[in-house]
């Protein structure tokens, strides 16, 4: 049984100080039922995350008491992909037929900074500072570039491609274009990452609406179809984030099993994806995700940013509504708007920064801290 979705929603990212992150799901949920043309009464049921903004399930306080089953889900930064699985895999099985998925957050300023405690590590690992995102992120980037033989100037493009695009999308947060110069000679926060080269926590909601494809049709003449939902962990030797040893034999990451799950339950590869969204909390990390992914080999990412090849105009366009370095990262709806995004490409809606040629299949990637991956492939 194949699933559709039929409607997406966003609240703009950024700051929204006049309303909860709840409110921001709701805002999100709403959008999404209109383009769906239905009423929250005709949901099924729902799943939804947020990491600081209060349990998910709360909405129905918003939207409507109807009795739903509404299941909380809660994953890191792939709290989303999370959540989108669950739904997909709920009416894949026939249990349903229409699905809500939803995410939404409010973050205070400033870094991530978890308690160790909580991802079962000692607190010595917190002592040194590799709680912290903006150093266990550069730690994982200068280890990589040191592999693979990658440059800053690989670093700075990966930037300031996001900021152009987020200077083309109406609702990221960061919506002015930055130059090559601006970003190579910004603030070094934690070597080799500088000021733009991270996300910040931020506010936003966004959802969707899926139902079983063959019932698509009645609610809209334009469905796209999740083709595979798939969602892994970490093997022992993954070099992860939150690990406090290294073992002596690497093994892939999470994204490199998630990746190919998702390509072999939709049947294609790399080579049919015309748009992607893949997880930037920084932008050494969508380097690492080019080729865990599958879409270059390690070390071929400098010369395909230096030639253009991730731009909108490009062979491999990524994260064409800037992601989360543009949009910022509120971590519960984070993933579903990088399904939003490839959504409004797929239909050809995406405006200024709409893909050329009319892409018909697009992939999305999340990777949540200590090691988990969730990747999606939708098509028209």
């Known amino acids: 049984m194949d699933v559709a979705i039929i409607g997406i929603g966003l609240h703009p990212f950024g700051r929204s100080p006049e309303l909860s992150g709840l409110q921001q799901g709701a805002s999100a949920v709403r959008s999404a039922l209109k383009d769906a043309g239905l009423d929250w009464k005709q949901i099924q049921f729902a799943y939804g995350g947020s ?3 209060g349990n998910a399930d709360a909405l129905v306080n918003e939207l409507g008491l109807t009795g739903l089953q509404f299941t909380n889900i809660w994953n890191g930064c792939a709290t989303g992909g999370s959540s989108l699985h669950a739904a997909y895999s709920a009416i894949k099985s026939g249990e349903y037929d229409v699905g809500a998925v939803v995410g939404f957050d409010k973050h205070p300023r400033g870094a991530f900074n978890p ?11 917190g002592e040194t500072g590799l709680m912290l995102t903006t150093q ?3 730690l994982k980037t200068q280890r990589y570039m040191y592999d693979h033989g990658i440059t800053c100037d690989a670093l700075n493009r990966v930037s300031e491609k996001a900021f152009l695009n987020g200077s083309l999308t109406p609702t990221a947060w960061r919506r002015q274009a930055l130059s090559y110069d601006e970003i190579a000679n910004s603030t070094m926060i934690s070597d080799p990452l500088r000021k733009y080269m991270f996300c910040s926590p931020a506010e936003g909601g966004a959802a969707l609406i899926l139902c079983n494809a063959d019932i698509a049709k009645k609610y809209t003449s334009k469905p796209l179809y999740l083709k595979a939902a798939a969602v892994r962990t970490r093997h022992y030797g993954s070099f992860e984030v939150f690990s406090p040893s290294q073992a002596m034999d690497v093994a892939n990451a999470p994204t490199v099993t998630a990746s190919k799950a998702a390509f072999e339950l939709a049947g294609v590869g790399p080579e049919d994806i015309d748009v992607l969204q893949l997880q930037d909390t920084d932008s050494g990390t969508e380097i690492i995700h080019m080729a865990e992914n599958g879409f270059c080999e390690h070390g071929e990412q400098e010369k395909l940013l230096r030639e253009g090849a991730t731009m909108i105009g490009g062979s491999m366009p990524i994260n064409t509504d ?3 370095l543009a949009n910022g990262e509120p971590v519960g709806a984070s993933g579903l708007r990088q399904v939003y995004e490839v959504c409004m490409q797929l239909r050809g809606e995406a405006g200024a920064r709409q ?8 992939y999305t990637h999340v990777y949540g801290a200590p090691g988990v991956s969730g990747v999606n492939i939708i098509s028209r």
């Open 322 to 324: 800037g992601g989360c």
């Open 355 to 362: 893909v050329p040629n009319n892409p018909a299949v697009a």
């Open 115 to 125: 308690r160790p405690k909580d991802w079962g590590l000692n607190d010595w690992y």
């Open 136 to 138: 266990f992120f550069a």
């Open 51 to 53: 990491q600081d903004s």
